[in-house]
């Protein structure tokens, strides 16, 4: 029977994960970085280089269009930030893309040596859902959290995940995921009230930021989405 491992932040992947390289990973980070990572795929992004380090972004290579974020916000002197907003086709179709953030793509980091790596947000729910199913494989749902804390928005939806799991017949000994279960489960069909008192959507209300709505979309992009040789390519290309 296969097993759920829920890491509540990227500092406790280390501690919580053993035989990584026998487990699929999938990485959540839905306010924004795993979000925006679909939605650039949804309008066309040829791929997308996750690092950790400013400067490995900002060194690329002349052919990347380079993504910034830290604090929330889009670092000077790059093309982009982290808002899905800003990934539109016009601005990404057919081109490669270099991403760093504050949370999201330290955890796609932290991950590597994983059997399989998964990126993941309401957008591509389902179809991750089906993939891991017909898989069969011990998981780790790896929350990216804020700053090395555990977040409700991660904590929610690897809760979602994690019930939609068990109910095909994993299994799980994981405290943190019977907790993401609990808080999932009182708070379904009601995310957004939940969400609205999270400290990273009070964090946009300052910054002027509204992407909740964007983020909490459901299933508008069908396909799986891969961390490959540390690379997300587009399924389409």
Same mark, same amino acid.
């Given at each position: 029977?296969?097993?759920? #491992? *829920?890491v509540?932040s ?7 994960v /053993?035989d990584?390289?026998? +487990? *699929?990973?999938i990485?959540?980070?839905?306010l924004?970085? #795993? =979000? =925006?990572i ?17 400067s490995? %972004? @900002?060194?690329a290579?002349?052919? !990347?269009?380079? @993504? %910034?974020?830290?604090q929330? $916000? +889009?670092?000077?002197? !790059? ?7 800003e990934? &539109? $086709?016009?601005?990404?179709s ?5 991403? &760093? =953030?504050?949370?999201?793509?330290r %955890?796609?980091?932290?991950? /590597?040596? @994983? ?12 179809a =991750? ?11 780790v ?7 090395? $804390?555990?977040?409700?928005?991660? *904590?929610? !939806?690897?809760?979602?995940?994690a019930?939609?799991?068990? $109910?095909t ?6 405290? @943190?995921?019977h ?6 489960e ?8 939940l969400?609205n ?5 009070k964090? !946009?209300? +300052? ?13 508008t ?11 997300i390519r587009?399924?389409?290309?």
């Amino acid at each position: 029977m296969p097993s759920i #491992t *829920t890491v509540l932040s990227p500092a406790l992947f280390e501690h919580a994960v /053993t035989d990584v390289d026998k +487990k *699929t990973v999938i990485i959540i980070d839905v306010l924004r970085a #795993t =979000t =925006t990572i679909v939605v650039a795929m949804e309008n066309g992004a040829k791929s997308i280089l996750p690092v950790e380090e400013l400067s490995v %972004a @900002a060194n690329a290579g002349e052919s !990347f269009l380079k @993504a %910034a974020e830290r604090q929330g $916000q +889009k670092v000077e002197g !790059f093309d982009m930030g982290n808002s899905p907003k800003e990934y &539109t $086709q016009e601005n990404i179709s057919g081109r490669d893309i270099v991403l &760093t =953030t504050t949370n999201g793509t330290r %955890a796609i980091v932290r991950a /590597t040596g @994983a059997n399989e790596i998964l990126v993941s947000s309401y957008r591509n729910l389902l179809a =991750t859902y089906h993939y891991l199913v017909s898989q069969q494989c011990d998981l780790v749902l790896s929350c990216s959290g804020w700053k090395n $804390q555990t977040n409700i928005e991660d *904590t929610l !939806f690897a809760g979602e995940l994690a019930s939609m799991l068990i $109910q095909t017949g994993f299994d799980t000994d994981n405290d @943190a995921t019977h907790l993401a279960v609990s808080l999932f489960e009182n708070h379904k069909n009601n995310e957004k009230k939940l969400l609205n008192q999270a400290s990273h959507v009070k964090r !946009f209300e +300052k910054l002027g930021v509204n992407d909740l709505d964007v983020c909490l979309m459901r299933d508008t992009y069908s396909e799986v989405l891969r961390v490959h040789d540390g690379v997300i390519r587009n399924p389409m290309f």
